[in-house]
């Protein structure tokens, strides 16, 4: 079984910066893409950053420039660096994993972690 665990969320003030981290456990990370969405009040999941288990990555429009997503195969850990951060940016922030290519969807990841809440306000 695939266990995530997500953790680097908190209190930041607009223009700063948070860098996420995605443990994952059960299985080797090189076999698995990772992908990062994020859940507002209200709202519903939505994709944030991808990276597929070659490497390859994708970033959605609104997160473009300001947010990285990366990995290191020898710590099995997923990394999300956010930068500028903005008001707009504030949500419970999820890693999820599958067994194949990298996806954009919610309903095609197998394995979620229980999420790491992100703020950012003044």
């Known amino acids: 079984q695939v266990l995530l665990a997500e953790s680097g969320g908190g209190l930041v003030e607009p223009g700063g910066s948070l860098r996420l981290s995605c443990a994952v456990s059960?299985?080797?990370?090189?076999?698995?893409?990772v992908g990062w969405f994020r859940q507002a009040p209200g709202k519903e999941r939505e994709f944030v950053a991808g990276?597929?288990?070659?490497?390859?990555?994708s970033h959605a429009d609104f997160v473009k420039v300001r947010f990285t997503i990366s990995r290191d195969n020898a710590k099995n850990t997923v990394y999300l660096q956010m930068n500028s951060l903005k008001p707009e940016d504030t949500a419970v922030y999820f890693c999820?994993?599958?067994?194949?290519?990298?996806?954009?969807?919610?309903?095609?990841?197998?394995?979620w972690g229980r999420g790491t809440q992100v703020t950012v306000s003044s």
């Open positions: 999820a994993a599958r067994r194949t290519y990298r996806s954009t969807k919610v309903s095609d990841y197998e394995y």
């Open positions: 990276i597929g288990w070659s490497g390859d990555t």
């Open positions: 059960g299985r080797t990370l090189s076999s698995l893409a």
